[in-house]
């Protein structure tokens, strides 16, 4: 894992291609009158998993706090206040459309947190093939951020040890970087 300079302030929602606008919307009623209030987290590892909770598995193995994108957009927003790496399993359609889970799509519409991104880390499964992680790679080069590390499904010992050291390794050199 490298460090990485902070990303572009381009809008996540303007470069990929699955959105809704109903996606627009919702990021934008974070700081709206009448929005629904978000959830503030100082967390520096951020993650979405879905019902089958693979990757919250996986994340709880690491130690470390935590915060979760929600399920529903009817759920309040998540704000992140520091910088951070987000965690990210693969739900790819016929080509590889619809990757990202339109939840995370949501949550890096918020300018705020698109900007305190500074590395991603995919989760997925390799019977997807070429498939395989890529939303991490969709999110990565749309943020400008690095693609980490990427594992299958709830990950195995293995992988949880080389996140841990990697994430310690990455913070650290940022913080060198960016004084
Ligand atoms: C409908 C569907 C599509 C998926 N598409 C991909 C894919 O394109 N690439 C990939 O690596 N994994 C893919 N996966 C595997 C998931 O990313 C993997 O099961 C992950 O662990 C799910 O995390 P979660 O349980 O935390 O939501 C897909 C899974 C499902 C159910």
């Not at 990757?99 to 991603?120: D, E, W």
Request: include cysteine; proline fraction near 7%.
């Amino acid at each position: 894992m490298t460090p990485t300079a902070a990303p572009a302030a381009q809008d996540f929602d303007t470069a990929q291609e699955s959105h809704t606008s109903r996606d627009v919307h919702a990021a934008q009623r974070v700081g709206d009158p009448g929005a629904v209030p978000p959830v503030v987290t100082s967390s520096q590892l951020i993650f979405f998993s879905s019902a089958s909770e693979n990757t919250t598995r996986f994340v709880s193995k690491l130690g470390r706090e935590v915060a979760r994108i929600p399920l529903f957009a009817k759920d309040a927003p998540l704000l992140a206040t520091r910088p951070f790496v987000l965690v990210v399993p693969t739900y790819g359609g016929t080509g590889g459309e619809g990757s990202v889970p339109k939840q995370v799509i949501r949550f890096l519409n918020i300018p705020q947190n698109r900007q305190l991104l500074r590395g991603v880390i995919g989760a997925g499964n390799t019977n997807f093939g070429d498939n395989y992680c890529l939303a991490g790679d969709i999110i990565a080069a749309k943020c400008g951020v690095p693609h980490l590390y990427r594992f299958e499904l709830m990950g195995t010992p293995e992988d949880v040890a080389r996140v841990n050291n990697g994430l310690d390794t990455f913070w650290t050199r940022l913080s060198q970087t960016q004084k």
